[in-house]
């Protein structure tokens, strides 16, 4: 019986892959699903998270992996840092650097109207929260997390050395 063993650097290229894409799913599926529309620092967020997901994905296909995983975790990471400058802001430790923002979703007709009815998404209240943590700043704790241990899986990478188990 042969056992497929994860090296550090597939476990790291799996990471750098699910962790944007499992955030990201999160937040289209809290605003499409749940009505929890973006302010203009959660799209800040999103961004370095579509940026990682190409990074990773062409990990699986093109070599060196090292350095596109490392990009890939980069972009991770500086998504959690903005992350964890905007849960500052919602929970008022500082000011934020931008005025609210709106979305306006215009399934035809009037442009003025929509525009008027359009919610005011605030960038300082945070419009939902688990065990007193808003999504932002869930979205720091598990990206700047995940972004440090897809480094730290790169480093390891030719320094650790699995075996499978023997054959019994």
Same mark, same amino acid.
């Given at each position: #019986? ?31 699903? %749940?009505?929890?529309?973006? !302010?203009? #620092? ?7 998270? #579509?940026?990682?997901?190409? %990074? +990773?994905?062409l +990990? ?32 008022g430790?500082?000011?934020g650097?931008?005025? !609210?923002?709106?979305?306006? %979703? ?9 525009? #008027? ?5 605030? !960038? ?10 808003? @999504? ?25 050395? @699995? ?6």
């Amino acid at each position: #019986m042969t056992v497929a063993v994860a090296t550090p650097l597939r476990a790291a290229r799996l990471l750098a892959l699910a962790i944007p894409l499992a955030l990201l799913g999160g937040a289209y599926l809290s605003q499409y699903g %749940f009505g929890l529309y973006p !302010c203009e #620092m959660c799209w800040w967020q999103r961004y370095p998270h #579509m940026i990682a997901i190409p %990074f +990773a994905l062409l +990990a699986f296909f093109w070599r060196p992996v090292a350095p596109l995983v490392a990009i890939a975790a980069l972009a991770v990471l500086v998504s959690g840092l903005i992350g964890g400058f905007h849960a500052g802001v919602e929970y008022g430790w500082w000011h934020g650097v931008t005025a !609210c923002t709106a979305s306006v %979703f215009d399934g035809g007709g009037d442009p003025l109207a929509a525009i #008027m009815k359009a919610p005011v998404i605030r !960038c300082d209240v945070a419009p939902w929260d688990l065990w007193g943590i808003s @999504l932002a700043g869930w979205n720091f704790l598990i990206s700047t997390g995940g972004a440090l241990l897809v480094f730290t899986l790169i480093a390891m990478n030719g320094k650790v050395q @699995l075996t499978a188990p023997e054959k019994v």
